[in-house]
């Protein structure tokens, strides 16, 4: 009797191990299915970005058509039995969701994955949108007339407007704090909107050596410490500047001296333009000319302060007017005229009702920012994974 319930036990026992390591043979089994149809999904969304970056075909769909979709089988990938399907359906110009489904079948175990990830490329986008004039402080403008055209007017703190000023924004005016508007000023604009999300400052690369697009690498041989740029423009009251011009230390644009500047100025500390001297009454301003120019970014760029003073007479850029810390346009007796847009720390704005006029040009922007029209990279915005 006892040998016949310990036999008993003995297979019962038997068949428990048995039982239990047959399951765990499946969970083993199954997990390196399921591990391998995730594989599979992975190396499809792998696929579907190597083919919008380099299939032509696809490329230009992608960046071109807001409404395109695409569906894509791939059977006997990696694995015996393997295979998984790519899905793309944009909701807009060069922005869409990948959806790629790995299956794979092994014997008697079948698993499925599926991820998707949200992918856009920058196509000629300014990192500020629409923004035309930009300040990640106040902008405060007094006794001025400021027109900004086909583009928006934007302060990371508030925007102050008083002394009988007019402001016409033909966008929207946005302050991530408030606007202030006093009584006596005018403010026209599309739309308003106080508290708005803060938007950083975009970043240029001034002298990092490291860096083959930094200003300074860009200008070449034409770097000059702060005394021989002086010197040059003593040397030529109407001076003319091609491609890039990097100098150390300050610049100064004294009253009399035109300057043309066929591409970007660039100076690691302060610029002033139309230097403050009572001699200019009788002698003549300054006057200066930004073009762009193929290959080179345009415009006028501080790694501290641009400071535009009562001796500037007129003042025409078709760039990206950019200065780390502060801008500060005291006094202009003809007209201001920029296409492109303007970026710095803060911006103060006193030109005796003089007219300053802002156009935005994204292209003017991205080149100034040292930004590809395109982006060389298609980015990837999220990321979910399913079972």
């Known amino acids: 009797m006892a040998t016949t319930f310990i036999t008993a036990l003995l297979l019962l026992l038997s068949a428990y191990v048995l039982n239990f390591t047959l399951t765990e043979l499946k969970i083993s089994t199954s997990q390196a299915v399921a591990t391998q149809a995730y594989y599979l999904a992975e190396s499809g969304v792998a696929e579907a970005i190597w083919r919008l970056k380099n299939d032509s075909s696809w490329k230009s769909s992608f960046e071109d058509n807001p409404s395109w979709t695409i569906h894509l089988v791939k059977n006997n990938a990696l694995f015996s039995g393997g295979s998984y399907t790519i899905d793309i359906v944009n909701s807009g110009q060069a922005r869409g969701e990948i959806t790629v489904t790995g299956k794979i079948n092994k014997g008697n175990s079948t698993a499925q994955r ?166 200019c009454i009788f002698s003549g301003r300054a006057n200066v000319n930004v073009n762009t120019q193929p290959g080179s970014p345009s415009g006028i760029f501080s790694k501290r302060k641009i400071n535009f003073e009562l001796c500037l007479g007129s003042f025409n850029a078709a760039g990206l007017i950019y200065a780390n810390d502060q801008i500060d346009i005291l006094s202009v007796p003809n007209i201001m005229n920029i296409v492109g847009g303007v970026i710095s720390r803060k911006l103060t704005l006193t030109s005796i009702w003089q007219g300053v006029n802002i156009t935005l040009n994204e292209e003017n922007i991205i080149s100034g920012l040292g930004s590809a029209l395109f982006s060389p990279v298609i980015t990837v915005e999220h990321w979910e994974e399913q079972y």
Request: charged share 15%.
């Open 114 to 279: 599926v991820i998707k990830t949200s992918v856009y490329k920058a196509i000629g986008e300014s990192p500020l949108a629409d923004v035309a004039e930009y300040a990640d402080g106040n902008i405060d403008i007094s006794g001025s007339l400021l027109n900004v055209y086909n583009g928006s007017l934007a302060s990371n703190n508030n925007v102050i407007i008083n002394f009988w000023s007019g402001v016409n924004v033909d966008n929207r005016v946005a302050a991530g704090v408030k606007i202030i508007k006093h009584s006596n000023s005018i403010l026209n604009a599309a739309s308003t909107l106080e508290n708005a999300p803060v938007v950083p400052m975009p970043a240029v690369s001034f002298d990092d050596l490291s860096d083959l697009n930094s200003f300074k690498n860009k200008a070449g041989s034409q770097v000059y410490t702060e005394n021989q740029f002086a010197a040059m423009m003593n040397a030529n009251h109407n001076l003319t500047l091609n491609g890039v011009t990097y100098v150390t230390g300050d610049i100064t644009v004294p009253y009399t001296q035109t300057l043309t500047i066929n591409g970007a100025l660039v100076a690691d500390k302060d610029i002033t333009i139309g230097e403050n001297d009572w001699r």
